[in-house]
């Protein structure tokens, strides 16, 4: 058991770093490159470990699986879009749920180590942030550089900000682990990842992060005193980086004088009643993946992307159908959560949970391949841990 551990963590290790940094491109090209690499990596699973790895004790579940991505694909087949980015989207998001499978797999067969994984997100997440403090010292004029779009990483400053939530939020759980060693290092980690997060000024991911506190601040009320260490000179940092765009900065959250509510949402209600409109074309099976693509909403000189909203993403591209049979997958937790007596790990997970899953509500963590692999992988370990009824308690 030792040695699967010893190995799954290396593999993930290896896998986490090498997709955190394959977004060098726009969002078709990134999602196509990470579940490239996605494939390769779950096929090396199968090929070292054979099906006898993902050990289905109840056949239902398995069968559940593949009745939901066989409504993706007739979704596919169905959709009146015709290109073959819709296929890469379609084998992106499978491959994610595959990923949260063999988290699940891993978690209950104790597979991993969740502090080891904590440990590389907030390794990836603090150099992203070094490459970002390099370039501020490279560029010739970086009050005046475009941060928002020409980034070196990832499609622009709000998707980078929703995957340093996550790096942020796996340093900070670090920090409060007396336990480890080094607890500096993680304090380190945690100021320079908060204070890129508040400079970038993107407030989907102000939200998940603030909500994912407060439900470890409401587990563990010590937290609060690290939190408010951490705070402090992560608001303040960011005043040593101003710019003259007024897209960037915790100003931006704030500024709304003289502004619509459609312009206040950088176009979203716009976007929103677009897709409404389309999604009525074909309620029952959606309009395929890709479809907000498809639809072609303009925006800064291009096109929406994506529904910067996970309800309407999977409305949109899977319909009424499709989305019943992911909501399916949210009902067991809910209702496990009231009578689950909470061990540490469980927080841990909920929290990655819930600040995925919050910036995926108003932001793309339901589009980029990115986060959703990663939310999967955590989603079907909190699972894990579900079935697991462990007793151990917080400290």
Not at 49 to 56: G, M, P, S, T
Not at 220 to 233: G, Q
Not at 370 to 394: E, M, P, Q, R
Request: hydrophobic fraction near 55%.
């Amino acid at each position: 058991m030792t040695n699967l551990k010893t190995y799954n963590n290396v593999f993930l290790f290896f896998l986490f770093f090498i997709i955190g940094f394959s977004s060098v491109s726009y969002s078709l090209i990134n999602n196509l490159v990470i579940t490239f690499i996605l494939g390769v990596a779950l096929l090396f699973v199968l090929l070292k470990y054979k099906l006898e790895y993902f050990n289905f004790e109840k056949k239902r579940s398995l069968f559940y699986f593949f009745l939901l991505f066989l409504v993706f694909g007739v979704s596919l087949y169905l959709s009146p879009y015709k290109n073959e980015h819709m296929l890469y989207r379609y084998f992106g998001v499978v491959l994610s749920i595959i990923f949260g499978i063999f988290g699940y797999f891993n978690y209950k067969n104790k597979g991993f180590d969740l502090i080891c994984i904590s440990q590389i997100l907030s390794l990836i997440g603090f150099l992203h942030c070094t490459v970002l403090i390099f370039y501020w010292f490279s560029v010739p004029s970086p009050a005046d550089y475009d941060w928002i779009w020409d980034m070196p990483f990832f499609s622009n400053i709000r998707h980078i900000a929703d995957y340093l939530s996550i790096c942020f939020l796996a340093s900070f759980i670090l920090l409060l682990n007396k336990k480890l060693k080094l607890g500096f290092i993680y304090y380190i980690f945690s100021v320079v990842l908060l204070s890129v997060i508040i400079w970038t000024g993107a407030r989907a991911a102000y939200l998940s992060v603030a909500l994912a506190l407060i439900f470890l601040v409401l587990n563990d009320i010590k937290t609060i005193k690290k939190l408010i260490m951490v705070l402090v000179p992560s608001v303040i940092l960011p005043l040593f980086f101003k710019t003259n765009l007024p897209g960037l900065g915790m100003g931006r959250s704030f500024d709304v004088v003289g502004k619509s509510v459609n312009s206040y949402t950088s176009g979203r209600v716009e976007l929103y009643q677009m897709i409404l409109s389309k999604f009525s074309e074909s309620p029952l099976w959606g309009l395929g993946p890709e479809a907000v693509r498809n639809i072609a909403v303009p925006f800064a000189g291009g096109v929406f992307a994506h529904a910067h909203n996970l309800i309407l993403q999977i409305l949109i591209e899977f319909g009424f159908i499709g989305f019943i049979l992911v909501s399916i997958i949210f009902v067991k937790p809910l209702i496990c959560i009231a009578k689950f007596e909470k061990n540490y790990e469980f927080i841990i997970l909920t929290s990655f949970v819930i600040n995925i899953f919050i910036a995926a509500m108003f932001n793309g963590g339901f589009y980029y391949i990115v986060t959703l692999h990663i939310f999967c992988f955590f989603y079907g370990a909190l699972l894990a841990n579900l079935d697991s009824k462990s007793t151990i308690t917080i400290s």
